[in-house]
């Protein structure tokens, strides 16, 4: 069977059977929008050089010219948040575990298997 005609016809019964298709996946995020979701801290790296890294927990975004590991069928869900000192990090500590807003003003995919994240956000503003 045609993989096209079979798309299609899980997307229909899909359709009859109620289920919701995830159109925001097809939005593509770029400089200058805004990202929302649920902001969370990890700890990554060695017992020594441990390092709180931030995340936010989105709806799936499409990147433009996506490369990397951003070619999942429904696009990144997990953005880290790079900071840039601790005036940042401190920003966002009183976040952690609400939702949060931020503009994005560079984002990239992911490039290696084991990041945190789907894609990488290394420069940003808070919202309010």
Not at 98 to 116: D, E, F, P, W, Y
Request: hydrophobic content about 40%.
């Amino acid at each position: 069977m045609n993989a096209k005609i079979l798309v299609a016809a899980l997307a229909a019964a899909c359709l009859c059977a109620g289920f919701p298709i995830e159109a925001s996946a097809q939005q593509a995020i770029k400089t200058g929008d805004t990202l929302t979701g649920e902001l969370r801290a990890m700890r990554s790296g060695s017992k020594r050089k441990r390092v709180i890294t931030y995340q936010i927990k989105s709806d799936p975004k499409k990147l433009p010219g996506a490369d990397g590991l951003c070619n999942l069928e429904t696009g990144p869900e997990t953005f880290q948040l790079v900071t840039h000192g601790d005036s940042e990090a401190k920003a966002l500590k009183s976040f952690v575990g609400k939702t949060i807003k931020v503009k994005v003003n560079s984002v990239a995919c992911s490039q290696a298997a084991g990041q945190l994240s789907d894609a990488i956000v290394s420069q940003w503003s808070v919202v309010n």
